[in-house]
C-alpha cells in the first residue's frame, strides 16, 4: 500500500517520529483505474481498425530494416514512406529475398520483380514467365490485392538484342508486361487498377553501370500513391 510521511514538531519538544499521512493509497488506486481504463479504450479502439490499418500503425513504430533490396529516391512525402514501410513488412515479398527491390519514390512504390542467379524470372528471349516467375508475381499480387492504390506495370530487358528481325526488345518487354499484367489480375489485383502498361525495352536499367546485367530483366510494379476514383 502506499503511503508517505511527514515530520511534524511541537515548540520545545523533540521531533516527533514521522507520523503515516491517511488517504494517500485512494490517489493511487484512481491512477490505476485511470490508467486502466485508457488502456481497455485503446483495445477497444484498436480492435476496430482493419488489418492493413494496423500494418500501418505497426511500421510507424517499427526500426526501418537494414536490407540492400530496400531504397528510397529524391525526397520521399510521408505517404510514401508509409507505403513504403507498409509493403517492407509483407512476408511474401520477405521471402522472395534479392528478387524483390522496393524504392520509395516521390510519387508512390516501386516493386521491382527481378531475375537472379538460378531464378530467371522470363523464358530466354520470350514473354513467358518461367515457374519461379509467376511464383514470385503470384506473391506479389497477395500483397498488392487488398491496396486500394492505382498500379502501373513495366517490363524491361537487359541491353542484348534478339535474333530474330521484326521482334525487338521493344515488343519483348511489352510482352513481358502484359504477361504479369494478367497474371497479376487473375490472382486477384482489380483489373481496374491498372493506370498504364508498358514496354520500356532497356531504356531504363536496374544497374546503370551494367546494361547486360540480368537484373535488369524486370517487371517494375508502380504502387501510386493516389487512388482510382
Not at 58 to 74: I, N, V
Amino acid at each position: 500500500m502506499a503511503h508517505a510521511t511527514t515530520l511534524r514538531t511541537r515548540a520545545g519538544r523533540m521531533p516527533a517520529f514521522p507520523a503515516r499521512k491517511m488517504g494517500t493509497w485512494k490517489i493511487a488506486y484512481a491512477d490505476f483505474l485511470t490508467a486502466l481504463m485508457a488502456f481497455f479504450l485503446l483495445m477497444w479502439l484498436v480492435s476496430g481498425v482493419s488489418p492493413e490499418s494496423r500494418a500501418a500503425i505497426a511500421a510507424e513504430f517499427k526500426p526501418r530494416p537494414a536490407d540492400t533490396s530496400l531504397a528510397t529516391t529524391g525526397d520521399v512525402p510521408v505517404e510514401a514512406d508509409r507505403l513504403f514501410s507498409l509493403l517492407t513488412l509483407s512476408e511474401v515479398l520477405k521471402a522472395a529475398g534479392e528478387s524483390v527491390v522496393l524504392t520509395a519514390e516521390p510519387d508512390g512504390v516501386r516493386i521491382d520483380l527481378v531475375d537472379t542467379e538460378g531464378r530467371p524470372l522470363f523464358e530466354s528471349a520470350r514473354g513467358a514467365l518461367t515457374l519461379e516467375g509467376r511464383a514470385l508475381v503470384e506473391a506479389a499480387a497477395v500483397t498488392l490485392a487488398d491496396l486500394p492504390n492505382a498500379l502501373s506495370i513495366e517490363g524491361h530487358t537487359d541491353a542484348f538484342g534478339l535474333a530474330g528481325a521484326g521482334y525487338s526488345n521493344w515488343e519483348l518487354s511489352s510482352d513481358r508486361a502484359h504477361e504479369a499484367r494478367r497474371l497479376l489480375t487473375a490472382s486477384g489485383v482489380a483489373d481496374g487498377r491498372v493506370r498504364a502498361v508498358t514496354g520500356l525495352a532497356d531504356t531504363q536499367p536496374l544497374n546503370p553501370g551494367e546494361p547486360h546485367n540480368a537484373r535488369n530483366r524486370r517487371i517494375s510494379l508502380k504502387v501510386h500513391l493516389s487512388e482510382l476514383r
